[in-house]
T-cell receptor, first 111, second 112 residues
């Protein structure tokens, strides 16, 4: 299994631009999570899906953030418009019977 | 407010030393997980403890869940450079492991 695949690995964008982060979970995992990691706040849960349905988005910081899971093998996290304070590493994770598996993350820098 | 506080925040030791990392909370968790994260990668699950007082061993790593399920510890015996990384505890209050709260992290460096 290739694990959880995230793209891109690095993204540098200008303030105000739209950013889309992508995630392919492990096949057969029915939960998908989006986390954000910063030095100041650690790992924070943004939103999670169960069987492609958003269950809890209380961690999404603002309306500028949105997430979708159109099918069991793909999810996106979109930030529009992006701001410098959104700079962080964004992780996608999926969960199966064996527990959580995290992707390698997308390092986002908004300048 | 951080629900899970880890200590110490940073730890630099030499190969062969023993160490203990603590994860404390005022909340009760139905289960607790430990992860190790290396630079440029996501956290990797090491263990899950679910019963108060439970002790699990993974080679040189020993994990314990407090009797009241509010705290946990990770003990590493004879640390090796390969143990270097960020150690994170994560608690589940829901009982379904659908919403983990991560600790503040302990950054460990093991030198030769």
């Amino acid at each position: 299994d290739a694990g959880v695949i995230q793209s891109p690995r690095h993204e540098v964008t200008e303030m105000g631009q739209e950013v889309t982060l992508r995630c392919k979970p492990i096949s057969g995992h029915d939960y998908l999570f989006w986390y954000r990691q910063t030095m100041m706040r650690g790992l924070e849960l943004l939103i999670y899906f169960n069987n492609n349905v958003p269950i809890d988005d209380s961690g999404m910081p603002e309306d500028r953030f949105s997430a979708k899971m159109p099918n069991a093998s793909f999810s996106t996290l979109k930030i529009q418009p992006s701001e410098p304070r959104d700079s962080a590493v964004y992780f996608c994770a999926s969960r199966g019977r064996g527990g959580y598996t995290f992707g390698s993350g997308t390092r986002l820098t908004v300048v | 407010t951080q629900l899970l506080e880890q200590s110490p925040q940073f730890l630099s030791i030499q190969e062969g030393e023993n160490l203990t990392v603590y994860c404390n909370s005022s909340s009760v968790f139905s289960s607790l997980q430990w992860y190790r994260q290396e630079p440029g990668e996501g956290p990797v699950l090491l263990v899950t403890v679910v019963t108060g007082g439970e002790v699990k061993k993974l080679k040189r790593l020993t994990f314990q869940f407090g009797d009241a399920r509010k705290d946990s510890s990770l003990h590493i015996t004879a640390a090796q450079p390969g143990d270097t990384g960020l150690y994170l505890c994560a608690g589940d209050k829901t009982g379904t492991a659908s919403k983990l709260t991560f600790g503040t992290g302990t950054r460990l460096q093991v030198t030769l």
